[in-house]
């Protein structure tokens, strides 16, 4: 097992279609890295097309972790993620590579880099149950929202409303320890990191985020989301589990159920997935410690991005020598 001091971390995150995933593999590929996938959709196996999940062809012949182990009635949550994450990054630390933990969950990154402690929050699973329950009433989903946002405000923020099972983990933690978890989350991050890390965020001109958001969407659909969808459906993946909750695969669960036409589907898709990059971008901001870089500062030149990214790593000793890089 590596020292703290060892343990060695690069962390490239971002707004959902910024382009993450490209760069990742790029940069892995420079400094003999590994990624370990930071996404709470790509895990699941037979979630390809909604989930933009990196085909094996633009990997590269770089290892990419925490992909296709999951099956889609499965259920997947921070803490879990936190033990597969930790175990991947020890691995790819002894075997001589550094880590690059690449996804747009914040939430993820953050219970990671921090080593959030989870314990206070086992919770009663009858108040879980009654709240579960509460959930699938028609008004349900509004009414826990409200419930969180009179004892928490701050969570949300970055919760939506939609993410029922985060909404129930915040009212539930409240129950239990009479403190918000959004507090509870940022004193967790106060902690010093068993890492030495840097922290990359990914970020483009709103206006240009929002377009290609919309031409990936766009693109989903041509590539077979639909039918994508309908195979789940025959695989027995329901509206309320953990997996279906992914933008893309509730609303056109919603469509093949006949509860609103396919153009309605689509356009909420993009609504909605341009919402979530904007509560993204909400979290990376609270988040300490950022390297922020804007596509449109390096005139969209990939090079001069990775060339930053590997001065940012030799200063802070994160890099092997120089002979044992790859590129």
């Not at 010093?192 to 890390?197: N, T």
Request: proline letters at 3%.
């Amino acid at each position: 097992m590596k020292e703290a001091a060892d343990k060695k971390l690069v962390i490239l995150t971002g707004p959902t279609a910024v382009g993450k995933s490209a760069l990742a593999v790029a940069l892995a590929r420079r400094i003999n890295g590994e990624i370990i996938s930071a996404d709470s959709m790509q895990v699941y196996r037979h979630m390809d097309i909604g989930s933009a999940k990196i085909r094996p062809e633009e990997m590269g012949g770089v290892p990419h972790h925490l992909i296709d182990v999951l099956e889609p009635t499965e259920e997947f949550h921070v803490v879990l993620f936190q033990q597969m994450a930790k175990k991947a990054i020890d691995e790819v630390l002894n075997r001589g590579h550094i880590p690059v933990l690449t996804g747009g969950t914040g939430f993820y990154i953050q219970a990671v880099l921090y080593d959030i402690d989870f314990t206070d929050n086992d919770g009663d699973a009858s108040f879980r149950a009654r709240l579960e329950e509460t959930a699938q009433t028609a008004e349900g989903k509004a009414a826990l929202y409200e419930r969180l946002r009179s004892v928490d405000p701050e969570s949300c923020e970055v919760i939506h409303t939609n993410n029922v099972k985060r909404v129930i983990r915040a009212i539930e933690f409240y129950q239990k320890t009479g403190k918000k978890i959004s507090r509870h989350n940022q004193e967790q991050q106060q902690k010093a990191s068993p890492y030495r890390f840097a922290y990359f965020v990914l970020n483009d001109d709103r206006a240009k985020l929002y377009q290609q958001i919309d031409r990936r969407v766009d693109h989903m659909l041509e590539q077979g989301l639909v039918a994508e969808v309908e195979g789940l459906k025959a695989m027995g993946c329901t509206r309320d589990m953990v997996s279906m909750q992914g933008l893309g695969y509730k609303e056109i669960l919603d469509y093949l159920s006949g509860e609103r036409s396919l153009p309605e589907a689509v356009e909420l898709i993009k609504r909605d997935t341009r919402h979530f990059a904007k509560r993204q971008l909400t979290w990376f901001r609270r988040e300490k410690e950022v390297l922020w870089i804007d596509k449109q500062d390096f005139d969209y030149n990939s090079q001069q991005i990775l060339d930053y990214m590997t001065e940012e790593l030799d200063n802070r000793k994160i890099l092997p020598e120089k002979e044992q890089r790859r590129g």
